[in-house]
């Protein structure tokens, strides 16, 4: 593994940053903001919950020698990743979710056991795929992409599968490890989930279960 790896919070000489508190606020709109948040929050929730339904891939059932298996609904992008023509190693598809209309992702054509793990995949194989997502993220949103993997715990669709899209503002946090490139990026501990992204020329890892929702819908 090349490259230099910082893991730890962010000096605050490094990377400035200020957060506005509900304590900074009117003692009205802060009462406004609470009636109105929780509903808000509650309904997205559910909402999420009713649309993607068991979110868990641990006990993944696809198999390519079991037709019936693969008819599974978390068996999508394995049936996906089955159509798709020609020798690159991986491939692009637009999110078929309705609410995330600015989503790309990426996978790779090969299969792996059971949940399709990202700890399946060679370190070199996990080199490529990072290296893959990242240049076309970058392709498509310039400095402001990210890049998101959710973990298995996490995820409706047993194949690997990374989101790509814009990150959103203010998501950064001080929980970070901060590597050179694609080759240096961890694995994510116990099979989870994490996000990244580009900041004064270097990449910013987060780990964090369900990771996508820091990157635009």
């Not at 990377?15 to 606020?25: C, F, N, V």
Request: aromatic content about 6%.
């Amino acid at each position: 593994m090349a490259g230099n790896i910082y893991i730890g919070r962010i000096p605050a000489n490094l990377e400035p940053h200020a957060q506005i508190t509900h304590s900074m606020l009117p003692p009205l709109r802060n009462s406004i903001m609470e009636r109105v948040r929780l509903p808000l929050l509650l309904g997205s929730i559910l909402g999420l919950c009713s649309m993607l339904g068991h979110a868990d891939v641990r006990g993944c059932v696809c198999d390519l020698s079991s037709t019936e298996s693969m008819e599974a609904r978390q068996c999508g992008l394995c049936r996906l990743a089955e159509q798709q023509t020609g020798d690159a190693p991986f491939f692009f598809t637009k999110d078929i979710n309705p609410t995330k209309p600015n989503r790309l992702l990426i996978l790779p054509r090969k299969h792996f056991p059971g949940p399709h793990s990202l700890s399946e995949m060679t370190p070199d194989e996990r080199t490529a795929f990072w290296t893959a997502a990242i240049t076309k993220a970058h392709e498509l949103w310039g400095d402001d992409w990210g890049v998101a993997i959710n973990a298995d715990s996490s995820r409706t669709q047993c194949h690997t599968h990374m989101h790509i899209g814009k990150l959103l503002p203010d998501v950064e946090n001080d929980d970070v490890v901060i590597v050179d490139g694609p080759a240096s990026i961890p694995l994510p501990p116990d099979n989870g989930g994490a996000w990244i992204h580009p900041v004064t020329g270097k990449l910013h890892v987060h780990f964090r279960a369900t990771a996508e929702p820091v990157l635009m819908r």
